[in-house]
T-cell receptor, first 111, second 114 residues
Framework: GDSVTQMEGPVTLSEEAFLTINCTYT??????LFWYVQYPGEGLQLLLK?????DKGSNKGFEATYRKETTSFHLEKGSVQVSDSAVYFC??????????FGKGTKLSVKP | NAGVTQTPKFQVLKTGQSMTLQCAQD?????MYWYRQDPGMGLRLIYY???????DKGEVPNGYNVSRLNKREFSLRLESAAPSQTSVYFC?????????????FGPGTRLLVL
């Protein structure tokens, strides 16, 4: 069945460092891909999404490109801030209309 | 707009007790979902409702029931709580079931079953 694998954390970076969180997927067809973010004590919020191959989603300085050939959707940010500390989830749109999530990657950014 | 709201925020139950988690959305969305979040597991779908009047099982439906009361409200019921149901429960909604639809999440209900 469909699945998402993302790099395990936690990831600890210094402010202004470059961030990459790897995400790969297995799916039949051409799913939409998403990154959601969960700040401490809150629900999940959509960070960005891409609906077809070679699409690039971007928001708040974060970017991810839908790579069909490598079945990947890696999240990147050029310069992280303390306020980016959160748990990041990669997800794909499942056939039931649900989201299939990776296990999440906790990011901590130190000043 | 409040978006997706959930009540209660936190609940402690004893094994065998029952309770209902409430969810409401004010975005006029057709589809609603219940997920549970466990450490190291991501979120897993319990039940979903494609539209008012329909409900379907997700990945982990055992021990739960749902009711789509109207277009706005979707409740999750635990008839006889078990410690394995200790988790954080999230309700979400979307415009429809299309795979590109964005889901909007509530703040979650933290449930502890002793």
């Amino acid at each position: 069945g469909d699945s998402v694998t993302q790099m395990e954390g936690p990831v600890t970076l210094s402010e202004e460092a470059f961030l990459t969180i790897n995400c790969t997927y297995t799916a039949t067809g051409y799913p939409s891909l998403f990154w959601y973010v969960q700040y401490p004590g809150e629900g999940l919020q959509l960070l960005l999404k891409a609906t077809k191959a070679d699409d690039k989603g971007s928001n708040k300085g974060f970017e991810a490109t839908y790579r069909k050939e490598t079945t990947s959707f890696h999240l990147e940010k050029g310069s992280v801030q303390v306020s980016d500390s959160a748990v990041y989830f990669c997800a794909l749109g499942g056939s039931q209309g649900n989201l299939i999530f990776g296990k999440g990657t906790k990011l901590s950014v130190k000043p | 707009n409040a978006g997706v709201t959930q009540t209660p925020k936190f609940q402690v139950l004893k094994t065998g007790q029952s309770m209902t988690l409430q969810c409401a959305q004010d975005m006029n969305h057709n589809s609603m979902y219940w997920y549970r979040q466990d450490p190291g597991m991501g979120l897993r779908l319990i039940y979903y409702s494609a539209s008012e009047g329909t409900t379907d099982k997700g990945e982990v439906p055992n021990g739960y029931n749902v009711s789509r009361l109207n277009k706005r409200e979707f409740s999750l019921r635990l008839e006889s709580a078990a410690p394995s149901q200790t988790s954080v429960y999230f309700c979400a909604s979307s415009g429809g079931l299309a795979v590109q639809e964005t889901q909007y999440f509530g703040p979650g209900t933290r449930l502890l079953v002793l």
